[in-house]
């Protein structure tokens, strides 16, 4: 299975409309590939939180629209990041969009944890309450988004539900990208699983971005590690060894608390 993790840059002088067809380009440049990341946010940018509610779209608004068709042009399936939504019944969602090659819209994950301790996101933005899983034809994905990636329960959730591969958009910053390394290979590690990790470049409000996304497999081996700049992260990987890993090593059998058991 071959992955494209598309690290771009969020240029503030770049109008939204203009972003929206340079990355539908990188996406089409993608055709071979088998799947398909972009970062979170890459709308707007991660941290330019005063925008979020002025450029916030429906869910099928003008990049659902764009991204459905570079992801039928090319014949991928297209994690298309995330957006912020505005629900026309609610509030605000920090909502990633999954593409099936035909360009239908196979999934949508409403992001769980928010960062910004009250203020920024966390204080403009609904939480979602489910847990995502989209079946592809050589694995299943996991979703989670950025902050999300502090909280091992909510992947241990995802692998309850299937998940084989955790794919993971995201606006890391830079002044904590250790912990970005860090964690995407806790998480690969602990839930015997493939991570995809997406992040982006450049500077997003006066914050600059970690970049360094990165393909973890299931023993937490490191397999492609993007720089700091803007980015194509091209990986094969065989989802295989998911399954394989799971039976040489049982450890996730073993696990005790959080596990409902038959009582009697």
């Given at each position: 299975?071959?992955?494209?993790?598309?690290?771009?840059?969020?240029?503030?002088?770049?109008?939204?409309?203009?972003?929206?067809e340079r990355v539908?380009?990188?996406?089409?440049?993608?055709?071979?590939?088998?799947?398909?990341?972009?970062?979170?946010?890459?709308?707007?940018?991660?941290?330019?939180?005063?925008?979020?509610?002025?450029?916030?779209?429906?869910?099928?608004?003008?990049?659902y629209d764009v991204?459905?068709?570079?992801?039928?042009?090319?014949?991928?399936?297209?994690?298309?990041?995330?957006?912020?939504?505005?629900?026309?019944?609610?509030?605000?969602?920090?909502?990633?969009?999954?593409?099936?090659?035909?360009?239908?819209?196979?999934?949508?994950?409403?992001?769980?944890?928010?960062?910004?301790?009250?203020?920024?996101?966390?204080?403009?933005?609904?939480?979602?309450?489910?847990?995502?899983?989209?079946?592809?034809?050589?694995?299943?994905?996991?979703?989670?988004?950025?902050?999300?990636?502090?909280?091992?329960?909510?992947?241990?959730?995802?692998?309850?539900?299937?998940?084989?591969?955790?794919?993971?958009?995201?606006?890391?910053?830079?002044?904590?990208?250790?912990?970005?390394?860090?964690?995407?290979?806790?998480?690969?590690?602990?839930?015997?699983?493939?991570?995809?990790?997406?992040?982006?470049?450049?500077?997003?409000?006066?914050?600059?971005?970690?970049?360094?996304?990165?393909?973890?497999?299931?023993?937490?081996?490191?397999?492609?590690?993007?720089?700091?700049?803007?980015?194509?992260?091209?990986?094969?990987?065989?989802?295989?060894?998911?399954?394989?890993?799971?039976?040489?090593?049982?450890?996730?059998?073993?696990?005790?608390?959080?596990?409902?058991?038959?009582?009697?």
């Open positions: 299975m071959r992955a494209s993790l598309l690290q771009i840059a969020v240029d503030e002088g770049e109008s939204i409309d203009s972003r929206r539908a380009s990188l996406v089409r440049e993608q055709a071979g590939a088998d799947l398909v990341v972009l970062p979170e946010l890459w709308t707007t940018g991660a941290f330019a939180f005063e925008s979020f509610g002025a450029e916030a779209e429906p869910l099928e608004g003008p990049t991204m459905a068709k570079a992801a039928s042009d090319a014949g991928v399936w297209l994690h298309a990041g995330s957006i912020p939504e505005r629900d026309p019944e609610g509030p605000l969602y920090n909502t990633s969009l999954v593409f099936s090659p035909a360009g239908e819209l196979a999934a949508a994950y409403r992001k769980i944890h928010r960062f910004g301790f009250d203020k920024g996101e966390a204080a403009l933005m609904g939480r979602g309450e489910e847990l995502v899983t989209v079946r592809l034809p050589e694995t299943v994905l996991g979703l989670a988004t950025c902050y999300d990636l502090r909280f091992p329960e909510l992947f241990r959730g995802l692998v309850d539900v299937g998940a084989e591969t955790l794919v993971i958009p995201a606006g890391w910053p830079e002044r904590r990208r250790a912990h970005w390394t860090l964690l995407a290979q806790a998480r690969a590690v602990e839930d015997q699983a493939f991570v995809l990790a997406c992040g982006t470049a450049g500077t997003h409000a006066g914050v600059p971005q970690a970049g360094h996304s990165i393909v973890v497999d299931p023993w937490g081996e490191v397999l492609a590690e993007a720089g700091s700049g803007e980015e194509v992260l091209s990986v094969e990987f065989d989802p295989a060894k998911v399954g394989a890993t799971r039976g040489q090593f049982p450890v996730l059998r073993d696990r005790v608390l959080g596990v409902e058991r038959p009582r009697g």
